[in-house]
């Protein structure tokens, strides 16, 4: 289930990827945190801030999906 928030306000895009209740969240860098269940540990969102600066998708899960999806919303992404 994929389901996205956008705030423009504050710069940030939320990408729901599953419906399971969030156990911890893992930050990638001071842009980029993944929510993930407690059980399988799986991830279930992506919080991605400052995304007018662009995106850097390594790290990321489902990356292919979220790349289609931002490029769509008119997002730079990045490999790197």
Excluded: C, F, W
Aim: a negative charge; glycine letters at 8%; aromatic letters at 4%.
């Amino acid at each position: 289930m994929l389901h996205v928030d956008s705030d423009p306000v504050v710069d940030a895009i939320y990408i729901q990827l599953d419906n399971e209740p969030i156990g911890y969240t893992k930050e990638l860098d001071d842009n980029r945190l993944i929510d993930y269940s407690m059980n399988p540990r799986k991830p279930v969102g992506v919080d991605l801030l400052a995304v007018s600066e662009g995106v850097k998708l390594n790290g990321l899960p489902e990356v292919d999906t979220i790349k289609t999806l931002l490029e769509a919303l008119g997002v730079r992404v990045y490999n790197g």
